[in-house]
């Protein structure tokens, strides 16, 4: 079975504040995406990575950034926190032409 | 513009209620539309692949079918643990493996 692992499942975090969110894949996937969720609104992605050291950005990439040094971890950074950036945040992997797997998430509050 | 639209947004059944869940979209060139199930709290579980007009997949109480425009998620004699939302996502005819995804469907069964 695939296994998606983010590091955290609730973060609180401060305005301002630099946070890092992370996500590690055990399939050796070449794919891997980070998503946002929030109520009537939907997954919406955020960033792509395709390969190591290679990034795209998806379609809400402003205040946020990513990091892809090793094949199986994928790190969404928010380079400034701000409140509407409160949301649930999905890290999801593939491989070519099979399913995306995601992670259980990580609900991220900035107060 | 590639889009994705589900319809309910939410949906009561008595238990032993059977209903479909509508999927339609707007995308030239479909590489496949994959159903999720997500439970509270969780991530997106995957649970099929449809890649062409005709095609049918079930699994227990869920069958999956694709037409041109839209796909049904059939629901036979839902039972209480088959509440909860399900997301439909349509691959375009990019190799990045990127979804579009609907907003989804909330269903609760009821005993």
């Known amino acids: 079975d695939v296994k998606v692992t983010q590091s955290s499942r609730y973060l609180v975090k401060r305005t301002g504040e630099k946070v890092f969110l992370e996500c590690v894949q055990d399939m050796d996937h070449e794919n891997m995406f980070w998503y946002r969720q929030d109520p009537g609104l939907g997954l919406r992605l955020i960033y792509f990575?395709?390969?190591?050291?290679?990034?795209e950005k998806g379609d809400i990439p402003e205040g946020y950034s990513v990091s892809r040094e090793k094949k199986e971890r994928f790190s969404l950074i928010l380079e400034s926190a701000s409140t509407n950036q409160t949301s649930m945040y999905l890290c999801a992997s593939m491989s070519s032409n099979q399913p995306q797997h995601f992670g259980d998430g990580t609900r991220l509050s900035i107060l | 513009e590639d889009q994705v639209t589900q319809s309910p947004e939410a949906l009561r059944l008595q238990e032993g209620e059977s209903s479909s869940l509508n999927c339609s979209y707007t995308v030239s060139g479909l590489r496949g539309l994959f159903w999720y199930r997500q439970d509270p709290g969780k991530g997106p579980e995957f649970l099929f692949t449809l890649y062409s007009a005709g095609e049918e997949k079930e699994k227990e109480r869920l069958k999956a079918t694709l037409t041109k425009k839209e796909s049904f998620l059939h629901i036979t004699a839902p039972k209480p643990e088959d509440s909860a939302t399900y997301l439909c996502?349509?691959?375009?005819?990019?190799?990045?493996?990127?979804?579009?995804f609907g907003q989804g469907t909330t269903l609760q069964v009821k005993p």
């Open positions: 990575s395709y390969d190591v050291k290679m990034k």
């Open positions: 996502a349509v691959q375009p005819p990019s190799n990045t493996g990127k979804l579009i």
